[in-house]
């Protein structure tokens, strides 16, 4: 079986409402949730690549719905909840892992079967390098049903968690952990802690375009970006001034074009 995500859940975020993160997915190995994931279109979804260390016919992705159960009621998910079961995926050809430190950690699976888009399943959009502009004023967003409370291992959400997080510069974030890259992208607060969590990996870090590059305004209208697929934690769920460390998608663009 693949080796339990590194402690990491989101601690502090608030319920999702419906319909509002249709893109959100949840990765099974066999009825046990380990990851989170992003669909990208009817038959493709990103997570991390250190979620998957077994077969694609053991995993399967759950989708459509922001509410889940208690395993213990043989219904993990509720309220329109899809199943499908993975046909096959592709790491990035660089992943490398060090401890829980993970670089490239990447991965795009594909579904056995499409899915049909409706209101509360639909793809998120990739960040574009060469068109959108995501800066450390951008409003950000990461997602995941993961553990609430790093020193509860029972703590995981049942509804879908989603944290307001603050996009750090790549120094700010290098300064933290001799271990970030540029494939790397940090967010987080410098004061309180709002964090990603153990169950959290491959989840979603979602910005919207800023107007114009070095304006702090936002563009409202704007779709969410797929900004990061979450990794690894600086340190501990809990501890404050270090960030949520992401895999930087735009930084992996062509690779995942490719690879879907």
């Not at 944290?163 to 300064?175: F, I, M, P, Q, T």
């Not at 990996?201 to 919207?208: E, N």
Request: net charge neutral.
């Amino acid at each position: 079986p693949p080796p339990p995500p590194p402690p990491q859940p989101i601690v502090n975020g608030n319920d999702a409402r419906p319909d509002t993160w249709p893109w959100q997915a949840a990765l099974f190995y066999f009825k046990k949730q380990l990851c989170g994931a992003s669909l990208l279109d009817e038959r493709h979804v990103v997570t991390a690549a250190h979620c998957l260390d077994s077969e694609p016919s053991d995993y399967t992705l759950m989708l459509g719905s922001i509410e889940k159960s208690s395993e213990a009621s043989g219904n993990l998910f509720t309220n329109r909840a899809s199943f499908i079961q993975v046909q096959n995926f592709t790491v990035h050809p660089n992943y490398t892992s060090f401890c829980y430190y993970w670089g490239n950690d990447i991965a795009i699976l594909r579904l056995a079967t499409p899915v049909r888009f409706n209101r509360a399943l639909s793809p998120v959009c990739l960040i574009d390098p060469q068109y959108d502009v995501i800066t450390t004023s951008s409003i950000c967003y990461a997602l995941g049903w993961g553990l609430t409370n790093f020193y509860n291992s029972t703590s995981d959400a049942t509804i879908l968690q989603v944290a307001k997080l603050k996009l750090w510069s790549w120094d700010e974030c290098r300064k933290t952990n001799f271990f970030i890259s540029p494939s790397m992208i940090c967010a987080g607060y410098t004061g309180g802690i709002i964090a990603n969590c153990k169950g959290d990996s491959g989840g979603p870090l979602v910005c919207r375009n800023s107007i114009s590059s070095g304006s702090s305004s936002i563009n409202s209208f704007s779709p969410w970006r797929l900004v990061g697929v979450f990794t690894f934690l600086s340190t501990g769920c809990d501890v404050v001034m270090k960030p949520s460390v992401f895999t930087n998608v735009s930084y992996h663009s062509q690779w995942l074009k490719s690879a879907m």
